[in-house]
């Protein structure tokens, strides 16, 4: 036995295989099932020749299959390759080749995407298919590796009889890309599980003591309803699934978002953990309720958002709609995992992204390594400790600049700057490579984002640095409004002077019908310099202020 993912559910299984474990609509898998499925198609793998550490891509949107490949891959001890849904060939191709995968598991409907790309990569060996409703035509031209994923399940042994597995077996993790190719991020499967998964408590930073405790605090309480809404592409929603399962709870599963039926589902399998990605999932959410709303939702008990900017005007949304509910903003990444938490009240600080309270081995670092002391007011890096990635797949250069060693100790820092409060708490700026520097003075656009969006008329928004030939940037706003509202940049500006510095209010603004974010909420930076190069702006200020 050991601390993977496929050992920490199979424990849950073996202790409540009766319970539900994932639910859609009326389809349903109990533990018993989802182990029968899983294991069955965990064989299909090893009968087509994957091999511990072998990749297997897993192309789908958010459906009980989808789980069901993602449990069969670790049981197998390969290494699971999340593949974007809505990548384009060019990216597809990118992310085929640079894991190596040897085996793609897919929703039929991405079946041409999936053809067409296949040439150009030829460590894909095999193809398994989930039906999906569409009439798209499965086989490739010339090619006959496909089988159909209930085919491949009904073809196997649904008997758990692997081999031990390890702690060293691997977990990887694609990031989004938004500012370069996605990178794969190379985990050990015991670490990731001790930062993601609940194998070292939240709020007190203890470890899991055994690998049981999980599975036997959720079979001993009541179970826990958890929906995570992202995409399973983003790693927050995974392990969303895997601490559902861990610890014997019911994970609910729909492949599609809007911000109204997620009231409907939340109200049909009485959620009570609700995961989502800020305003960019937040936002609608809120606002498909009226105060008329006839919705039973007495069953939230937490509302949890990460890994996307959770603006002060919405958590605060969110408090008055649900009173006796815990509303968090939790920092992370795919290359330190979870970082700290903050629970969102009437009076917490607006200034700059969430303030947290990070764990143990989260700290924030000047450039020698050294740590910034609290309440200083210094700007840092954000770095983490302890349980951290091994390295970028296929790329030693960027492995090198993120995981550093200071004074013999190994840090995780992925470009997150962040200060360090009085009493300790850590409130997070932003990204670096996105910073904008306005002459001399540092500007984060997620702090700006979070200012504009108290604007009633700033549905959402991303924030970027253009030219300026005295400054070397001004601070830009691309701005979708509500209604085709076009609100004058002083009005604007009147609303972020209410929390920030005057250098920091933008000094133009562009109007557009919507903001381009990944499927994951996170926004689109490039695209977003990219609308200030195509046109001029709709209006724009004189130079920036300096105070």
């Given at each position: 036995m050991a601390y993977t993912i496929a050992d920490l559910i199979e424990h849950a299984v073996d202790l409540v295989p009766d319970r539900i474990a994932l639910e859609s609509g009326d389809e349903t898998r109990t533990y018993?099932?989802?182990?029968?499925?899983?294991?069955?198609?965990?064989?299909?793998?090893r009968e087509l020749g994957v091999q511990p550490g072998d990749r297997v891509g897993l192309y789908s949107r958010n459906t009980i299959e989808a789980v069901?490949?993602?449990?069969?891959?670790?049981?197998?001890?390969?290494?699971?390759?999340?593949?974007?849904?809505?990548?384009v060939e060019s990216e597809l191709e990118h992310i085929f080749t640079d894991s190596g995968m040897k085996v793609l598991i897919h929703e039929r409907q991405f079946c041409e995407r999936v053809c067409n790309t296949l040439p150009k990569a030829p460590t894909i060996e095999h193809r398994i298919a989930i039906d999906d409703g569409s009439d798209a035509t499965l086989e490739c031209a010339g090619r006959e590796d496909t089988i159909g994923y209930e085919d491949a399940i009904e073809r196997s042994s649904t008997e758990r009889d692997f081999e031990e597995r390890s702690d060293d077996d691997l977990y990887m993790l694609y990031t989004g890309g938004t500012t370069g190719k996605p990178k794969g991020v190379v985990w050990r499967q015991v670490d990731v599980w001790r930062v993601l998964g609940g194998g070292i408590d939240w709020y007190t930073s203890t470890p899991v003591a055994d690998e049981w405790q999980l599975a036997r605090e959720g079979a001993d309480g009541g179970q826990l309803v958890r929906f995570?809404?992202?995409?399973?592409?983003?790693?927050?929603?995974q392990w969303a699934i895997f601490q559902a399962l861990f610890g014997g709870g019911k994970a609910v599963v729909y492949p599609e978002f809007s911000g109204g039926h997620v009231w409907d589902v939340i109200e049909r399998h009485r959620v009570n953990v609700v995961f989502i990605t800020g305003d960019a999932m937040g936002r609608p959410m809120i606002e498909a309720l009226s105060e008329k709303d006839e919705h039973d939702l007495s069953s939230v008990v937490s509302i949890a958002s990460s890994a996307c900017l959770f603006s002060p005007s919405i958590k605060e949304q969110f408090i008055d709609r649900f009173p006796n509910a815990i509303i968090i903003d939790a920092i992370g990444s795919s290359e330190t995992g979870f970082g700290g938490l903050g629970v969102a009240s009437k009076d917490s600080p607006h200034t700059g992204g969430p303030r947290v309270k990070a764990d143990s081995?989260?700290?924030?670092?000047?450039?020698?390594?050294?740590?910034?002391?609290?309440?200083?007011?210094?700007i840092g890096v954000l770095a983490r400790t302890g349980h951290i990635p091994l390295r970028y797949h296929n790329d030693p250069e960027k492995?090198?600049?993120?995981?550093?060693?200071?004074?013999?100790?190994?840090?995780?820092?992925?470009?997150?700057?962040?200060?360090?409060?009085?009493?300790?708490?850590?409130?997070?700026?932003?990204?670096?490579?996105?910073?904008?520097?306005?002459?001399?003075?540092?500007?984060?656009?997620?702090?700006?984002?979070?200012?504009?969006?108290a604007h009633p008329d700033v549905f959402d928004t991303v924030v970027v640095g253009v030219a300026d030939a005295r400054f070397g940037q001004r601070v830009a706003a691309v701005i979708a409004t509500r209604d085709g509202a076009r609100p004058k940049l002083a009005e604007l500006n009147d609303v972020v002077r209410?929390?920030?510095?005057?250098?920091?209010?933008?000094?133009?603004?562009?109007?557009?019908?919507?903001?381009?974010?990944?499927?994951?909420?996170?926004?689109?930076?490039?695209?977003?310099?990219g609308i200030t190069q195509e046109r001029p702006a709709d209006e724009a200020l004189g130079a920036p202020e300096k105070s």
């Open positions: 018993a099932q989802l182990e029968a499925r899983s294991n069955a198609l965990a064989h299909t793998l069901e490949s993602m449990v069969a891959i670790f049981k197998a001890r390969a290494v699971m390759v999340n593949v974007n849904y809505r990548y995570p809404i992202p995409p399973f592409i983003h790693g927050g929603s081995e989260t700290h924030v670092l000047r450039e020698d390594g050294t740590r910034v002391a609290p309440g200083s007011g210094e492995s090198a600049k993120t995981f550093k060693e200071f004074n013999g100790v190994r840090y995780s820092l992925p470009g997150d700057f962040a200060q360090v409060e009085e009493d300790g708490t850590i409130t997070m700026l932003g990204r670096g490579s996105v910073s904008i520097n306005t002459g001399g003075e540092k500007v984060f656009p997620e702090e700006v984002e979070g200012a504009l969006k209410k929390e920030l510095a005057g250098y920091k209010c933008p000094r133009s603004v562009w109007f557009v019908d919507e903001i381009k974010r990944s499927p994951a909420g996170k926004p689109d930076y490039r695209w977003g310099a």
